[in-house]
């Protein structure tokens, strides 16, 4: 069965550091999300992504936050400068366009010291 | 703002135990319904969603969840639960309007089942 895939499982970084974290979707999927899950906290809605653009995003996503498909297989997020409080687990996900379900990936749990 | 709320977020069961989630949303219009299980060290995993049509949705693993719309729930239910159900369990919607689709979640009800 197809899957999304997350890579790095595990980043640790410097506070000021830019960080990308990385994720397949499934093959023909069409929109594309990130989510994070700070310890202890709801997955939070950051952003998604359709037809080579951002169609939403959240009060979270500022402009420290960038998403990218550069190849399209590729979906990544790149957080320019980390702060202590992205410390989180970021969860990709991906959903054709019919139906709705969303396929979340394993995620990657980011440290920020 | 939309918001989903989990009424538990810690239940201790037995096996055998059966199992009521509580989720309800604050939505007024159409939504899109889930539930997604995260067992320890995994990923999540979708149980059952409701798009449209008979309220009452069956997942996989026996789950099975109820969208009564005049009180904005949508609870999940399992008639005898077992050990390997130990999990979090997440209730998400997303509204049926939207075109993204993004997912708002609740806080999450961790399950823990006692051999």
């Known amino acids: 069965e197809p899957e999304v895939t997350q890579t790095p499982s595990h980043q640790v970084t410097q506070m000021g550091q830019e960080v990308i974290l990385r994720c397949v979707p499934i093959s023909n999927h069409l929109y594309f999300y990130w989510y994070r899950q700070i310890l202890g906290q709801k997955v939070e809605f950051l952003v998604s992504?359709?037809?080579?653009?951002?169609?939403?995003k959240s009060e979270i996503f500022d402009d420290q936050f960038s998403v990218e498909r550069p190849d399209g297989s590729n979906f990544t997020l790149k957080i320019r400068s980390t702060k202590l409080e992205d410390s989180a687990m970021y969860f990709c996900?991906?959903?054709?366009?019919?139906?709705?379900?969303?396929?979340f990936g394993p995620g990657t749990r980011l440290t920020v010291t | 703002a939309q918001s989903v709320s989990q009424h538990n977020h810690h239940v201790i069961l037995s096996e055998a135990a059966s199992l009521e989630l509580g989720c309800n949303y604050s939505y007024g219009g159409t939504v899109n319904l889930f539930w997604y299980v995260q067992y320890p060290g995994q990923h999540l995993q979708l149980l059952l969603k409701?798009?449209?049509?008979?309220?009452l949705v069956k997942g996989i693993k026996g789950f099975e969840a109820e969208f009564i719309k005049s009180k904005f729930s949508f609870n999940l239910r399992k008639p005898s639960v077992q050990w390997s159900d130990t999990a979090e369990y997440f209730c998400?919607?997303?509204?049926?309007?939207?075109?993204?689709?993004?997912?708002?979640f609740g806080q999450g009800t961790t399950l823990q089942v006692k051999p």
């Open positions: 409701y798009f449209s049509g008979d309220p």
């Open positions: 998400a919607v997303s509204r049926g309007s939207s075109n993204t689709g993004k997912l708002i």
């Open positions: 996900a991906s959903r054709a366009d019919s139906p709705y379900e969303q396929y």
């Open positions: 992504f359709y037809n080579n653009e951002i169609s939403e």
